[in-house]
């Protein structure tokens, strides 16, 4: 079967949140300036996540944003969903039969400090010892105690833009907390970061400020529609951020982190990634380098060398 893009049309699912609907109106620009003439049907699918209010973890963790929107896809009720890379659990927690079909350029990577308005300019180092620090992200809370010890991790949930008006009004349960910036432009929050992290100390997700378009594995037509929108660059980068935590059998509560780059060239690619300790002890790094035409290979190897290491052991540790 050919796929003729200009006489079908694409069914895609999107979360309905704020964030999610930013994400999606950029990608149907980039859809209907390519496809002028398909038609582009955007249907929103509430998540499990998005409804349940309590831990994460209680739901299926990660999952729980992305397993409706699975469901409508492998049914043939969409053809097509959009998510946030980092937002989607790894190959092992996921049902088969799933591709991505287009990686859009990915954005800002790094995580931020969010203080609640009106509070004085303030870093993590110059806050005052026991201020709780809101996250949910086991990454997040653990790099916050490695390179924190004396500030507190405390559990937040709700979408991006309620925990900022839940900070603001003092209801969410944290004295500052902590967001990625690429989520806070979204929100046309970005100016609420008061302290911006080093990605190569303060490691992001893993697919951190990349957006995915997916569809059926089997549906070649929507993926031969989706391919040319994609940005090879960062089409590299996140495959060699997926090999690693693969290889390492990352889950989302799992509190590891692979953060690639290319050189300007766009031949090599470097993967900086870390295996934390949930209880606080010293992370486990390693950076490694190689040919972006690998980008798995690069991984998988930086990978290897974090179970060289010794990262085995914390990667089963549970706080
Ligand atoms: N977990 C929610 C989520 N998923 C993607 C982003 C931000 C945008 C991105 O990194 O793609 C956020 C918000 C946050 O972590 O603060």
Redesign the pocket.
């Known amino acids: 079967m050919t796929a003729s893009p200009s006489t079908r049309s694409l069914r895609l699912g999107t979360r309905p949140s704020p ?1 999610a609907m930013e994400q999606t109106d950029r990608f149907a620009h980039a859809f209907r300036t390519r496809y002028p003439h398909v038609p582009l049907d955007i249907v929103t699918i509430t998540s499990e996540g998005d409804q349940h209010r309590g831990p994460l973890a209680q739901i299926g963790g990660k999952g729980a944003f992305t397993r409706r929107a699975d469901e409508h896809l492998l049914n043939g009720s969409v053809a097509a969903t959009i998510a ?4 989607l659990p790894g190959p092992h927690d996921r049902k088969p039969g799933i591709s991505t079909g287009a990686v859009l350029p990915r ?1 800002d990577v790094r995580d931020a400090l969010v203080l609640p308005a009106g509070h004085p300019p303030a870093t993590l180092a110059s806050l005052p010892p026991r201020t709780r620090v809101g996250t949910s ?1 086991p990454r997040r809370a653990a790099l916050l105690k490695a390179l924190h010890p004396k500030l507190i991790a405390v559990p937040i949930r709700g979408n ?1 833009d309620s925990r900022l008006r839940d900070l603001d009004s003092g209801v969410l349960g944290a004295d500052v907390m902590i ?2 910036l ?2 806070l432009r ?1 929100l046309n929050l970005a100016d609420r970061a008061a302290e911006i992290f080093d990605p190569t100390v303060w490691l992001p ?1 893993s697919g ?4 995915v378009i997916e569809h059926r594995t089997d549906d070649h037509a929507t993926g031969n529609v989706l391919a040319p929108l994609t940005h090879s660059a960062t089409r590299i980068l996140l495959n060699a951020e997926r090999a690693t935590l693969a290889a390492l059998h990352g889950n989302c509560l799992t509190a590891a982190s692979a953060y690639a780059t290319l050189n300007p060239a766009a031949d090599f690619v470097t993967v900086h990634a870390v295996v934390l300790d949930p209880e606080g002890g010293t992370p486990i790094r390693t950076t490694t380098t190689g040919h972006a035409d690998y980008p798995d290979a690069v991984g998988q190897l930086a990978a290897q060398q974090l179970l060289d290491a010794g990262a085995a052991h914390l990667l089963g540790a549970r706080p």
């Open positions: 964030m946030c890379a980092k937002d954005e992200a991006a967001a990625a690429a989520g979204r997700a951190a400020g990349i957006v």
